[in-house]
């Protein structure tokens, strides 16, 4: 009995071991399961959570890349494009152009007084109507009693040419021919008389030819319109007219004018000469008659222990020291830094007095043909002349340094021949047979025909020089995009138009006074506004610097910008993907 009561007590515990057994794994089962599950739903919540930071952080990323891009876009382009503008004033270019396309020429007011002129008159206009540069205007009329008057009882043909310019003054630009019929106050051999002034007369039965020919070398020098168009037609020109187109100075407002006198050997020969009052007696006429033509500003130096680097040799001939032509050219070379010269921007002209050394003495300049000039001086094309005043050699007894008194009605009128032939003015040196030039009292002054000539080849030059200038201007600001156009600049640009507009206008009416005004003013005004320091600065700065200056500054801004650019682009994309998967 004992022995199964232990059997069954043994089994009983068995039971409970094995159920308490069962449990324990059951509820250690579910734990882990419990636990298992827990730490699925934990790291479910966690990869959501952190899927989730990511997005927000691409999200955040990519709205301040495109709120950077926005701002560089928005702000920084149109600050950059404001602050880097280049300033532009308004030009005139359709009036420039037209302009340019406009004819220029003279217009010339002619009064023919004669009786029975109907005839005259036709023949005359016709030989007249292929001036180049110039339109005749005749008006034919009887002369007055007054005028029939003065004719009467003149007693000499300068006589009657002051008495009618006094009497009936004629306007600047204009002329009036006068046919004599009274044979006395002209000499049987004289066709043509062109007097002092504006008055021309004119023997009755002339051929109107001649008188043409006479007119058209009054009124315009036959080169003038050659040299205002430069280039190609002075290369048309040959022989002598060529050398005279070209020596001539160029058309400015005002030209300096320097009278220098070399002296190389003070200590031998020490010439005496009052510059001031050559000067005064010679030029000062001249400069005072061409004030409204052109400003000259004269001045005189002496230059001691300078020379010419000549080698003359004896003429056995002519007994004196001959220098050849060929040689003429060398000395300026040598001189010329000699002369010295002084802050101004108008040209300069010089006349050159050289005393020859004793050695060397006398000195005469012999042409092509080895003959000595009558003048003993020589043109320099735009620059000036040389004379050369031979002194003579002092005795053997003689003290030294010899004073010798220096011939300044010579010299000065070899200054102005020069002077004339450079500025040019005018004249009736190529005449023909029978055609006289009445000479002012003074030799220094000038008729007033060559005052008028000389202003119609400045005008017909600055109309020329003008449309260059302005031409080449707007060419200049159309190939060079960055160049700076100033208020000033433009100011500038439209009043040399202007003035341009109303010289042409003035010149083709016969205002030839108001037309050498307004070309002058308009010749400054242009060359004023193309050589204005801001034109300048950038007229050797190609687009080429420019990108180079521009890449490096914003490529490495640029770059990460249009990176960010393409991240915002990616996440828009798949932001609208998902939108369409949920719809």
Known sequence: MQKESKSSSKSKEGLQDDGTQKESKSSSKSKEELQNNGKQKESKSSSKSSSKSRDGLQDGGAWAAAGFAVVLVVVGVPVWWCTTTVYRAPLPYSTIDDFAGQPNYHAVGVKLILKNSLVFSTDLEKNLKNTKGVKFHISARSPLREEHNIISSATSIDDLDEKLTTQFPLATGELALYVLSKTDLLDPDENVVVGKNRIIFINAGVESKLVASVLKSVVLDPLAKKRAEGGRALQELKGTHRKEAMRQIPTEPGYDVTLTLMVPEPHVILPQWDAEKAVSDYLNPLVEQLREVA????????????????????????????????????????????????????????????????????????????????????????????????????????????RVALDSHWIMNVVLSHLHKLLPIPSLLDREEGVRELLPDFSSELALWKVDGLARARVTSYLNNIRITLQSLCELVGEISNMVISDEVGAWVWGAVEEWGECGTAAREGRLKEATIYCSRSFAQADAAFFHPSMLALLYFPDNQKYAIYVPLFLPVSIPVILSLRMVFKLFRKEKTVIEKEN
């Open 295 to 402: 400003h000259l500003s004269v001045r005189s130096q002496v230059l001691y222990m300078s020379g010419l680097k000549v080698a003359p040799k004896w003429s056995s001939i002519y007994h004196h020291y001959a220098l050849p032509h060929e040689q003429l050219p060398l000395t300026i070379n040598d001189i010329e830094a000699k002369l010295g010269s002084y802050v101004s921007t108008r040209p300069a002209l010089h006349f050159v007095i050289y005393i020859p050394r004793e050695n060397q003495s006398p000195l005469h300049i012999h042409t092509a043909s080895d003959k000595p000039l009558s003048t003993n001086s020589f043109l320099v094309p735009r620059w000036g002349g040389v004379l050369i005043h031979n002194c003579g050699k002092p005795s053997a007894n003689a003290s030294l340094p010899q």
